[in-house]
């Protein structure tokens, strides 16, 4: 059997049991009827948590994210930048300042991820010379008696 999520059903051996019945058919429809849909704690906590976050109840916004599934979560990038100014509407000044705010720190994070990027790169340049070097190393006089360059690649591909 599968599950919600296309997943195998995993039995809940803390929910009370459910009465199936001694009938035929009608098993069935009364496990059907009696089953119960239980919250975990862990489900209570993120909820609570996520209120608190978005400053209000979040009624609405609970239902649609039961709607989308539990695999997706909605990220609000904004927040951060929106908990000086919880629960009011921002005039022009306010919002050109927060949109400032979180391009400025958009594009720090951009150059840091470049500069992280660029230094891997100088590394692994690095690191390649060096092989190259070992290999030319290892291949002695024969490179200089007569070796083809492709033949020099054959062997760097090979080692």
């Given at each position: 059997?599968?599950?919600?999520?296309?997943?195998?059903?995993?039995?809940?051996?803390?929910?009370?049991?459910?009465?199936?019945?001694?009938?035929?058919?009608?098993?069935?429809?009364?496990?059907?009827?009696?089953?119960?849909?239980?919250?975990?704690?862990?489900?209570?906590?993120?909820?609570?948590?996520?209120?608190?976050?978005?400053?209000?109840?979040?009624?609405?916004?609970?239902?649609?994210?039961?709607?989308?599934?539990?695999?997706?979560?909605?990220?609000?990038?904004?927040?951060?930048y929106l908990a000086e100014f919880p629960g009011k509407q921002l005039d022009a000044l306010q919002a050109e300042f927060v949109a400032k705010k979180c391009k400025s720190d958009f594009r720090k994070r951009l150059l840091d991820r470049a500069a992280i990027i660029q230094k891997r790169l100088e590394d692994e340049q690095e690191a390649l010379k060096k092989r190259r070097a070992q290999i030319q190393r290892r291949s002695g006089p024969d490179v200089q008696q007569g070796r083809t360059e492709s033949d020099f690649e054959k062997y760097q591909t090979l080692a």
């Open positions: 059997a599968m599950g919600v999520s296309g997943g195998p059903v995993i039995p809940d051996f803390a929910a009370p049991p459910v009465d199936v019945g001694k009938g035929g058919g009608s098993g069935l429809s009364t496990a059907k009827r009696n089953l119960v849909l239980v919250k975990d704690v862990y489900d209570y906590a993120r909820d609570q948590s996520m209120e608190v976050l978005r400053g209000h109840d979040g009624s609405d916004e609970r239902e649609e994210e039961e709607g989308t599934g539990k695999g997706e979560k909605k990220v609000d990038i904004l927040a951060p």
